[in-house]
């Protein structure tokens, strides 16, 4: 390669390696924005599940209760 050769596959590589760097950059920030979001949906959930457990209790009738027994057919 001579030098004019050497200087454009330098000056690609400095390009591809500034495109590269700046996909890593915005990448970096999606991975911690959706990391938030899975923490933030993962508490909620958690949030659901205990509430629905609060609700499961609440409506739970002991056995022999009257809407636990099955009616009567005519």
Known sequence: MNQTGTEQHLDELESRLAF???LIEKLNDIVARQDREILALVRKVEELDSKLGELAAES????????TEIPPHY
């Open 20 to 22: 590269q760097d700046d």
């Open 60 to 67: 739970a009738a002991p056995p022999g209760a009257p809407e």
